[in-house]
């Protein structure tokens, strides 16, 4: 009998350790990765700002162009590719993440994401980005606390592109693909215009359910001018 006591509590034991050690790695070891992760999207990002490059994919140009004529639309997005930093000053000054073209799982370890099909930033439409609520970083942790009238600036590198958030955090289920649309059915929003997105996980430790919140593109400025004011303390 003693010795069946013994085997159980031993067991207990290695379950419980093996579960501390879970709850260890999930917590503290991939939010290590990812924010080594996530600086080395921003030092990618600086080194293709730094020739010239916004981290699109080049479009091939018409037959019969020449170098007289007038640029053409940049094509879309690299797919896993940064392309921009994002700043929320109401989840701290010093919070900063890169976006990359994508949302699936090995995208969004490395920072946040864009839904492809989506809206380029800064462009008409819905530029829509999703990012993790916990683990990899934790970079939406705080996304509750967005609240109307917030600064989202982003910038490619070249120019600054600041957004107020009109409406949020919503919660919704993850079915509700509408909340990415153009023009958003339950945002407020009655026409078309350069609208911002921003989505994550609800609970903090599940996946049920979706926070979003909504955003117009309310300034910019070329990143030769400095910080935008959202940004100066």
Not at 57 to 75: I, Q, V
Not at 197 to 215: F, K, M, N, Q
């Amino acid at each position: 009998m003693r010795v069946v006591v013994r085997t159980i509590s031993e067991l207990c034991i290695t379950v419980g350790t093996l579960i501390v050690l879970f709850v260890v790695y999930v917590l503290f070891w991939t939010g290590v990765k990812a924010d080594s992760a996530m600086d080395h999207q921003i030092d990618v990002l600086q080194k293709q700002w730094s020739k010239g490059s916004v981290g699109h994919e080049s479009k091939a140009p018409a037959e019969g162009t020449g170098a007289t004529e007038s640029p053409k639309a940049p094509g879309s997005y690299k797919y896993g590719g940064p392309f921009a930093v994002m700043y929320i000053p109401r989840l701290g000054f010093t919070w900063n993440k890169p976006v990359l073209e994508g949302t699936a799982t090995d995208v969004l370890k490395k920072g946040l994401g864009h839904y492809r099909g989506t809206a380029q930033l800064g462009q008409a439409g819905n530029f829509s980005v999703a990012g993790h609520r916990r683990t990899y970083g934790d970079p939406f942790k705080d996304f509750p606390k967005l609240r109307r009238g917030d600064a989202v600036v982003l910038t490619d590198g070249t120019t600054w592109f600041t957004y107020r958030i009109d409406k949020g955090p919503y919660k919704t289920v993850p079915s509700d693909i509408e909340v990415i649309d153009p023009v958003p059915r339950k945002s407020g929003y009655t026409r078309p215009g350069r609208y911002l997105t921003l989505t994550t996980c609800d609970p903090e430790w599940g996946h049920s359910h979706r926070l979003i919140v909504w955003a117009h593109l309310d300034s910019t400025q070329p990143v030769e001018a400095g910080k935008p004011g959202a940004l100066r303390r």
